[in-house]
């Protein structure tokens, strides 16, 4: 009886050893497979708090740890340990060269160690804000050794043949248009010794991806407006993109850009002129000496400056586009909110102040813009 109790205790007490072997081994399993899994996140997919393009210069002696450290402060990696550890399995500590590097947010780290390891970078980012005109784009480009200012504003004003034949829509604009509007802002990385060419037709390529199907599908779709007689007629994407410059240069609000965009196209229809002020800047700047009294101000008599791109003084859109419009402006264009208002103002603090009549207008310019 005291046998048989004894060889059921242990055999109890072996249970038990064996269930807590069991737990602790899969728990061991699970925190293990946690780690891998993190470990994996950390190399293969690019770091989250990374934002568009880091250009970073490796000092001569740096190792591998001091190299990580680096990567880490300037948030091209998100840990410095999967990086060692990458690079220390493949046996690539001592072929990490110093140098100059870009890296762009879509580089994990396998890209940036191969980079690492075949040396310093042949390649630059440049970057083009969203709003600005040919004329700053051909500035940037002079400064940054791309092309001389003059030979990107002729490029820009008369592109050859063969850029405007591989690129449909530019075939689409009037005669004579330019390239203002269509060079997409945004960072791109270039070799060091790339041409003006080579640069734009990257830009172009950028707009025409950016153009997704919903776009093009609602710039085709017909509408009906006194433009045309009560006619169905569809915008061009000319019309959207000199729209889309103009919403760039006024507001900044996503939001309130769709508010204006509905508002622009509602005194488009109406035949009101549609008295924007950033088209009187663009004015002024074609013309360098009234430009250098003006010191940014748009007075009265600015306002009957004669010119094409002045919506004071002609009704409709302007000549063409006064700027390089982001997506989110063109998409403004593309899809006006409806709205009561006829009127809007931008206040010194950024906000967009919207009215219906013009005595409210009167009234807000008075209260912001003193």
């Not at 700053?136 to 400064?143: G, L």
């Not at 599908?217 to 407006?225: G, N, S, T, Y």
């Not at 939001?255 to 800047?281: C, F, H, N, Y």
Request: charged residues 25%; proline residues 5%.
């Amino acid at each position: 009886m005291n046998i048989a109790n004894t060889e059921n205790q242990s055999g109890f007490q072996k249970t038990r050893i064996s269930r807590r072997a069991f737990f602790f081994l899969s728990l061991a399993a699970c925190v293990l497979l946690f780690a891998a899994a993190e470990v994996i996140y950390e190399i293969y997919l690019p770091h989250p708090a990374r934002r568009g393009v880091k250009e970073i210069v490796i000092p001569q002696g740096y190792g591998l740890r001091t190299i990580g450290d680096l990567l880490k402060k300037e948030a091209v990696i998100g840990s410095k340990w999967a990086f060692v550890f990458y690079v220390w399995v493949r046996a690539q500590a001592s072929d990490l060269k110093p140098g100059r590097y870009v890296f762009f947010e879509t580089a994990a780290i396998p890209d940036i160690a191969r980079d690492l390891v075949l040396g310093a970078s042949r390649e630059r980012a440049i970057t083009i804000p969203e709003g600005w005109s040919i004329a700053d784009i051909a500035r940037y480009f002079a400064e940054h050794a791309i092309a001389s200012r003059d030979s990107a504003m002729d490029l820009f004003l008369h592109p050859q043949e063969e850029i405007v034949s591989r690129f449909p829509f530019l075939s689409g604009a009037p005669k004579g248009s330019g390239l203002e509007g269509y060079l997409f802002p945004d960072t791109y990385r270039v070799f060091q010794d790339a041409g003006l060419k080579e640069v734009v037709v990257k830009m172009l390529e950028n707009f025409d991806r950016k153009l997704e199907p919903d776009i093009r599908a609602e710039i085709a779709r017909p509408v009906r407006d006194k433009i045309s007689n009560g006619a169905s007629r569809n915008k061009t994407l000319f019309e959207i993109v000199t729209m889309a410059s103009l919403i760039e240069k006024e507001i900044v609000s996503d939001e309130d850009r769709a508010v204006v965009s509905g508002i622009l196209w509602k005194r488009l229809d109406a035949g009101i002129p549609l008295q924007v002020d950033a088209t009187i800047a663009y004015a002024q700047a074609q013309n360098s000496k009234r430009k250098a009294q003006n010191n940014g101000k748009i007075s009265l008599d600015d306002t009957r400056i004669d010119s094409p791109y002045n919506t004071y003084k002609y009704r409709g859109l302007p000549q063409g586009p006064i700027s390089n419009p982001g997506l989110s402006a063109i998409r403004a264009a593309v899809y006006p909110k409806s709205s009561s208002y006829l009127y809007y103002l931008s206040a010194p603090d950024g906000r967009t102040i919207f009215s219906r009549t013009l005595d409210e207008h009167n009234a807000a310019k008075a209260k912001y813009l003193r």
